[in-house]
T-cell receptor, first 112, second 116 residues
Framework: GDSVTQMEGPVTLSEEAFLTINCTYT??????LFWYVQYPGEGLQLLLK?????DKGSNKGFEATYRKETTSFHLEKGSVQVSDSAVYFC???????????FGQGTELSVKP | DGGITQSPKYLFRKEGQNVTLSCEQN?????MYWYRQDPGQGLRLIYY???????QKGDIAEGYSVSREKKESFPLTVTSAQKNPTAFYLC???????????????FGPGTRLTVL
């Protein structure tokens, strides 16, 4: 079945460090891919998305590239801040399908 | 200001009681969704609705019910039949995947339900 796998957390980094959160997927069709962020006690916010192979989504310094050949959508940021501390979810949706399929989430903690 | 509102933010229920969670959106979206989040896990789909007066079961619909009488509103009732209702409940909406492919879902702030 369709699924999303994220690297396990928690991930702890120092401020200004480079961030990578790995995400791979399995899909029967041609999915669109998303990263959502969840701050403590809040709902999910859309961080970025990509709808076709080789698309790069970007927002607030975060980037992810849709790699069809490796079925991956890794999240990167060149220099993290304390305010980036949150849980990050990778997700996919198939064309014509209503359900978002989520990974289990990766908690990021950035220390000053 | 357009967005999705959920109320209440925190809800406490005694065992054996039904409780209804509110979700309202003013984004003029056709599709609405309910997800459940448990600690350390991703989100699981409970119910979704593509259009007024129509809805479908998601992966974990047992013990839940919904209605979609208005485009803006999609309330979720957690019934006494739900064995482990304590969780964080998130509502989402999207333009509608028949009109906008691919479709992007936007989330509300969530309701935390605790069964005492």
């Amino acid at each position: 079945g369709d699924s999303v796998t994220q690297m396990e957390g928690p991930v702890t980094l120092s401020e200004e460090a480079f961030l990578t959160i790995n995400c791979t997927y399995t899909a029967t069709g041609y999915p669109s891919l998303f990263w959502y962020v969840q701050y403590p006690g809040e709902g999910l916010q859309l961080l970025l998305k990509a709808t076709k192979a080789d698309d790069k989504g970007s927002n607030k310094g975060f980037e992810a590239t849709y790699r069809k050949e490796t079925t991956s959508f890794h999240l990167e940021k060149g220099s993290v801040q304390v305010s980036d501390s949150a849980v990050y979810f990778c997700a996919l949706i198939l064309r014509g399908g209503g359900k978002l399929i989520f990974g289990q989430g990766t908690e990021l903690s950035v220390k000053p | 200001d357009g967005g999705i509102t959920q109320s209440p933010k925190y809800l406490f229920r005694k065992e054996g009681q039904n409780v209804t969670l509110s979700c309202e959106q003013n984004l003029n979206h056709d599709a609405m969704y309910w997800y459940r989040q448990d600690p350390g896990q991703g989100l699981r789909l409970i119910y979704y609705s593509q259009i007024v007066n129509d809805f479908q079961k998601g992966d974990i619909a047992e013990g839940y019910s919904v209605s979609r009488e208005k485009k803006e509103s999609f309330p979720l009732t957690v019934t006494s039949a739900q064995k482990n209702p304590t969780a964080f409940y998130l509502c989402a909406s999207s333009i509608g995947y028949e009109r906008d492919l691919p479709d992007t879902q936007y989330f509300g702030p969530g309701t935390r339900l605790t069964v005492l």
